[in-house]
Structure formats: structure tokens, C-alpha cells
């Protein structure tokens, strides 16, 4: 779906590598936390640097990183309307303060875990958007009807054969009764979301 995104004009995707702008001969782009501690950090400069050439108008300015706000449906609607998103990405410990400090104007983070970079993290939240952008999925309300699009969890699914081991699909869905099937589904995701994810109901 991003390559489509991309083959039709739709969005624009590029990694650029940050030792490009870093200036020293061993273009270093992470050092030894001061105060002492395991790891190393990442530094400023080069993201500053980097933000130098790449921010344009309108540009938003994202920190991936596990203190971030969770990721949610929602902040993915709000970030497909974005003309411009820059992601940064973490390694190691994580990436100097100063840069959420000063650079930054949102911090993200994909959940409750903690990953070894932030690059996964910039894909997950990248595939989100980009589905969201109006002309990538090839129907439009598939993504209207998605879980939490709707605020509940989408309905189940099934597609041929009708019996499988036994294993039939809902009658329902074989009526040709759209009003009977919109019900189900409707009765169906709401079931669902009770069960499952009461917070959201
Ligand atoms: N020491 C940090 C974790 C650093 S993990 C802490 O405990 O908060 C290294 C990098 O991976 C981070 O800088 C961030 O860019 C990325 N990362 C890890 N987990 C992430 C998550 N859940 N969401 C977004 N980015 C994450």
C-alpha cells in the first residue's frame, strides 16, 4: 500500500541517513551520556543540522520514543491531513533531550514496549497515516469501518467456502438482506467491543 501510496502521487516517503550531517571526520552521531550509565546517546547536532535542510512551512516535527503520546487511531486521522511529517528515529538509549526539548513538536510512541530503534516505530506510524490519505486504499470505506475508525472494533469477516469443516458462516451473511447484515455487523462489533475493549464503549 505505501509503494501504491507512492506510485500515484500520494505520498512522498524518504529515510535520510543522519551521519550525512554529521561533521566530524568519524561522522559520529551518538556519544556517552554525561553523569555516566550504560549505552550511548544520541546527539543533537546532527538532528538540528538535519532539521536545518528538511523543515519547510508547515513542517511537523515528530520524536519516536516509548515516553511519547500512544499512538491511537485518532492522532493517525489527525497526522494523514499533514503536508509534512519529519519522524526521528532513536537508537541505543534514546536521543538527547534538548532535541524534544526544542526541535520537536509532538513525541510518539507505538505502545507500551521498548524497541532497539525508532525506525520500526516511524513504520508502524507511517503505514497508519499513509492508509488514511484519501486515494490510497483502493476503497475508501474499507478504512471508515476499520476498528476504532468507528470507535468500536470492526466486525468479523469470512469469505469462501461457506463450510469449512463444518465451520459455517453466520446464515446472515448469505440472506442477500443488506438491512439484516448492516444489523449484524452492527450487533456483531458492538459485542466485540464490549467484550474485549469495554474502555472504548
Ligand atoms: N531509554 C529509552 C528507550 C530507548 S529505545 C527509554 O527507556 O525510554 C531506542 C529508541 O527506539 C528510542 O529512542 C525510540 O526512537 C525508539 N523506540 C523504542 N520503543 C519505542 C516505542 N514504543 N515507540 C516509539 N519509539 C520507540
Not at 551518538?30 to 512551512?57: C, F, N, Q, S
Not at 536521543?95 to 514496549?113: C, F, N, P, T, W
Request: hydrophobic share 40%; charged share 25%; glycine share 8%.
Amino acid at each position: 500500500m505505501l509503494k501504491r501510496a507512492q506510485e500515484k502521487g500520494l505520498a512522498i516517503l524518504e529515510a535520510v541517513d543522519l551521519r550525512s550531517w554529521a561533521v566530524d571526520t568519524h561522522r559520529t552521531t551518538a556519544d556517552a551520556p554525561y553523569g555516566g550509565g550504560p549505552g550511548m546517546v544520541m546527539k543533537i547536532e546532527p538532528i538540528a543540522r538535519a532539521l536545518g535542510t528538511l523543515r519547510g512551512e508547515g513542517t511537523r516535527v515528530l520524536l519516536m520514543t516509548p515516553q511519547g503520546r500512544r499512538f491511537n487511531q485518532r492522532m493517525a486521522e489527525t497526522y494523514s491531513r499533514e503536508s509534512h511529517l519529519i519522524l526521528i528515529c532513536g537508537h541505543y538509549e534514546g536521543v538527547d533531550q534538548r532535541v524534544a526539548d526544542h526541535l520537536v513538536d509532538d513525541e510518539v510512541s507505538i505502545g507500551d514496549y521498548v524497541l532497539t530503534n525508532g525506525a520500526l516505530a516511524a513504520l508502524v506510524f507511517t503505514d497508519a497515516v499513509v492508509r488514511l490519505i484519501p486515494g490510497v486504499l483502493g476503497d475508501a470505506a474499507s478504512a471508515a469501518q476499520d476498528s476504532f475508525s468507528t470507535g468500536l472494533l470492526d466486525h468479523p469477516h469470512y469469505t469462501r467456502p461457506e463450510n469449512f469443516n463444518g465451520w459455517r458462516v453466520p446464515e446472515v451473511l448469505l440472506s442477500g438482506n443488506h438491512a439484516a447484515i448492516e444489523a449484524w455487523r452492527r450487533k456483531r462489533a458492538l459485542e466485540l467491543t464490549r467484550q474485549r475493549r469495554p474502555d472504548l464503549i
